[in-house]
Nanobody, 125 residues
Framework: QVTLVESGGGSVQAGGSLTLSCVTS????????VAWFRQAPGKEREGVAV???????TKYGDSVKGRFDISREQASTLLLQMNNVKPEDTGMYYC???????????????????WGRGTQVTVSS
């Protein structure tokens, strides 16, 4: 069973920054696509950013390109740096993993089998 734990959410004013973290076992991050998704109330889950644990490449949702950055810190932590946040970035943010696949990775939530419980981000105008 995959265990992913998100943290770092909170309330922030528009234009500010926030860093989300997702911690899991280093064994899980051995060879996988790892991604951030978000879901606002009444809306479908949306892909935010994805990377591979070992292969070069990142992909971002159109609404966050140039503002968000996905990265890996040490062996067990996935980060999402959120800059110049907007009210429409408000939502529950989840990290997810799809093990044993190569790049390219997709931002289709149906392809991911491991999910965290999420961390709430609220952006005020």
């Amino acid at each position: 069973q995959v265990t992913l734990v998100e943290s770092g959410g909170g309330s922030v004013q528009a234009g500010g920054s926030l860093t989300l973290s997702c911690v899991t076992s280093p064994k899980i991050l051995r060879w996988a696509c790892v991604a951030w998704f978000r879901q606002a109330p009444g809306k479908e889950r949306e892909g935010v950013a994805v990377m591979h644990t070992n292969l070069a490449g990142t992909k971002y949702g159109d609404s966050v390109k140039g503002r968000f950055d996905i990265s890996r810190e040490q062996a067990s932590t996935l980060l999402l740096q959120m800059n110049n946040v907007k009210p429409e970035d408000t939502g529950m943010y989840y990290c997810a993993i799809r093990e044993g696949v190569d790049w390219p990775c997709d931002l289709d939530s149906r392809e991911y089998e491991g999910w965290g419980r999420g961390t709430q981000v609220t952006v005020s105008s």
